[in-house]
């Protein structure tokens, strides 16, 4: 990969890049907290200590993704994302978690849509086109590597200052290992992507075991099956309706705890709650032991991206396409010409109409664009320079209570490091995005309560 740093790529109608210094504005960062490392000092309230450093995401925010991963709500079917990711006048063309029906919200699904919509490129352009793909994130890597392959003069035009998107590894000193922000766990689907990491020196390892608490003590694993049964049930009716509406509908109590510790875990993997929640298309419960990506995510994007050229702090405002080609703006006003375009922006940006389409896209993209959703999920890692807990499980729910984390990943029994890894989806997610730092990483801290020594 040809990474120019702070830079705009100009002249790529010529067939020749030259290079000019951008004043773009640079991507909002989550905020690391580096407090100095220090004793452990127990907490009035609950006995958890404060940590030696802790970083949060802000992904609801951000203004680059505004959200974490779309969602179907109930009522809109999944061929939704088909509409999202249908090619306009051959000039436009669409990838990103949002566009997959297989695999969406999932590092795979964008994978997945990168070769889709490289494949539907190829076929409607000639031999050596310009090609913009707007988003260096795994949708975007996957494509703009494919069509460079496919002999294709390619550039990828990325908001951020760095690339990655949603897989968003940290390196920093004050941590033993990457506190991974985006996407890091993977279920037995994911099992070649794992295979792949492998292959470039990423490890990823098992996270084996579970705990189920609740602020009284350890509680038997919840059953899945109420809430499997009701989604099956739902899945089988004439008309969608929300997972929600599905358990009242099986008569279950939606104000159970462990009800609701269930659909907080089910929030964590769509963003979304329950009750917006298409149940025809809600996707799976978490895997129970996922696997952990225990390096940086980073090395498997560069590589991805070797040989394409990639422009930095590039975000793009507006795409205006006829059938001679495409007219690409930048924030910084210059616009850039391409033969056609694949854009790969999360469909949060799309929805706040973070780049302006000229002519309007049609409405089958439109109508997908408003009636497919984001969720929420936001992570939260903290690092003790001593563990104050005692448990062995590396997956931990909370049932009951009043806490505003209810899924934990324990990365001590699998990488010996003293780090707690909260995550917390939809609503929460929302609301914890809102906090500042210091409110925040209260709230993961209240929420450890049922699990200090
Ligand atoms: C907190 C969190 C946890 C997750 N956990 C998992 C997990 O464990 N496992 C899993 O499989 N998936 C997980 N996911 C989902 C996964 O991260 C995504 O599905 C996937 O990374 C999306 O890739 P993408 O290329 O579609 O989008 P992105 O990675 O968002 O890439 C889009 C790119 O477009 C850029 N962009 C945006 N606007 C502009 C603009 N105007 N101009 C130029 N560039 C722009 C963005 O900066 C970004 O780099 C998680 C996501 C989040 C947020």
């Known amino acids: 990969m040809r990474i120019t740093r702070r830079t705009l790529l100009l002249g790529a109608g010529a067939g020749a890049l030259s290079v ?6 640079p991507e909002p960062e989550p905020t690391p907290t580096r ?22 995401s802000t992904w609801t925010s951000d203004q680059y993704a505004f959200g974490a991963v779309s969602f179907v709500p109930a009522g809109v079917g999944a061929e939704t994302r088909s509409a999202l990711a249908r090619p306009v006048d051959d000039r436009l063309f669409f990838a990103g978690e949002a566009t997959d029906e297989e695999a969406p919200a999932t590092m795979r699904g964008a994978i997945a849509s990168g070769e889709r919509a490289a494949d539907e490129l190829r076929d409607a352009a000639g031999d050596g086109e310009r090609i913009a793909v707007i988003g ?5 890597a996957t494509a703009a590597a494919r069509l460079n392959d496919a002999g294709f003069e390619v550039t990828v035009l990325e908001a951020r200052d760095r690339v990655g998107g949603r897989v968003y590894s940290r390196v920093d000193d004050a941590w033993p290992l990457p506190p991974q922000l985006g996407a890091w766990l993977f279920g037995e689907a994911d099992a070649d992507l794992v295979q792949t990491l492998e292959a470039e020196d990423i490890s990823v390892v098992d996270l084996a075991g579970s705990l189920w608490r609740s602020p009284d003590g350890d509680t038997d694993a919840v059953a ?26 099986a008569g279950v109590d939606t104000a159970d705890p462990t009800i609701l510790a269930l659909l907080a875990l089910l929030s964590t993997a769509s963003g979304a709650e329950a009750a917006k929640l298409s149940s025809w ?119 009951g209570g009043d806490v505003g984390i209810r899924t934990w990943i324990n990365l001590l029994p699998a990488t010996g490091e003293n780090v707690l890894v909260g995550i917390v989806g939809g609503d929460a997610a929302a609301r914890f995005s809102e906090l500042g730092k210091d409110e925040a990483i209260t709230l993961a801290l209240e929420a450890l309560g049922p699990y200090a020594a």
């Open 224 to 249: 899945t099956e109420s809430l499997t049964a009701a989604i099956a049930t739902a899945q089988a009716a004439p008309v969608d309706s929300s997972v929600a509406d599905a358990l009242v509908a």
């Open 281 to 399: 298309f809600a996707p799976p419960l978490p895997p129970t032991e996922p696997g952990a990506a225990r390096d940086s995510l980073l090395p498997f994007i560069e590589h991805t991206l070797d040989g394409v050229q990639v422009g930095l702090n590039q975000p793009v405002t507006r795409l205006a396409y006829d059938d001679t080609g495409v007219s690409v703006r930048m924030g910084t006003g210059e616009a850039l010409s391409f033969d056609r375009v694949v854009v790969t922006v999360p469909l949060g940006v799309l929805q706040e109409q973070g780049i302006e389409f000229d002519p309007p896209l049609p409405f089958a993209n439109r109508g997908a664009i408003s009636a497919l959703a984001m969720g929420s999920i936001e992570t939260v890692w903290l690092r003790w320079d001593e563990p104050f807990w005692n448990a062995e499980e590396a997956v931990w729910h909370t049932v």
């Open 35 to 56: 407090t100095p490392t220090r004793s452990p000092e127990p907490q009035p309230t609950n006995g958890v200590p404060l940590p030696a450093a802790s970083i949060r």
């Open 20 to 25: 000019l210094l951008a004043s773009c504005t």
């Open 136 to 140: 260096a994130g795994l949708a975007g």
